[in-house]
């Protein structure tokens, strides 16, 4: 006798992906968008045409559309490279839950072009863009103030300074100043 466990386990991942597909509904062309393969390559997954992906970027992002974890599919091995989880990336996931906005409803708010970098975001393997103009639609889509989500904006800077090679500690006064402005600037427009 198996439990429903065991079936849960024993589905193969072409099959967990096509329930995926038809129970949110989501075209494929989209999904292949998504996680940045063609149609045709969507189409081979499910037919299985072509073995389910090995490769750990297409799995992360596929585990990442379907809100699920990458362990989740049998072909999965954990990567050697690094995953970010930070501060910003948390408090994307916690306002999705919030305000109850499924990983693709969200994905599905940004234009085509922009929605793999965002579950690249999600996975864990993209930074906050740098670009204030991408983290204020994020801010719109999430439906969070512009107060709000700066911190994270401007925490993100701050790394890119610091990598850059300026000392922040040094410098202190500088770039207290210069983010004092940027605050300014954002906040009236």
């Not at 072009?113 to 999430?142: H, T, Y």
Request: with cysteine; charged share 30%; proline share 4%.
């Amino acid at each position: 006798m198996t439990n429903k466990k065991d079936t849960i386990v024993a589905l193969k991942s072409s099959e967990m992906l096509y329930n995926f597909l038809e129970n949110t509904q989501l075209h494929k062309k989209d999904f292949a968008q998504m996680i940045g393969v063609t149609l045709s390559y969507v189409y081979n997954l499910i037919d299985e045409t072509i073995p389910f992906s090995t490769r750990s970027t297409t799995l992360e992002r596929i585990a990442t559309v379907m809100d699920i974890s990458p362990e989740e599919f049998s072909e999965y091995k954990i990567p050697q490279d690094p995953i970010l989880i930070d501060e910003t990336i948390e408090f994307i996931k916690d306002k999705l839950k919030e305000k109850n906005i499924s990983t693709v409803q969200f994905l599905k708010s940004f234009p085509r072009k922009q929605r793999l970098d965002m579950v690249d975001l999600l996975r864990g393997a993209r930074p906050l863009p740098l670009d204030w103009e991408d983290v204020s639609v994020l801010a719109k889509i999430l439906d969070v103030d512009k107060k709000e989500i700066y911190q994270y904006w401007e925490l993100r800077f701050k790394q890119l300074l610091k990598t850059s090679g300026f000392n922040l500690d040094a410098n202190k006064e500088l770039a207290e100043e210069m983010f004092n402005c940027a605050r300014n600037y954002i906040m009236k427009h």
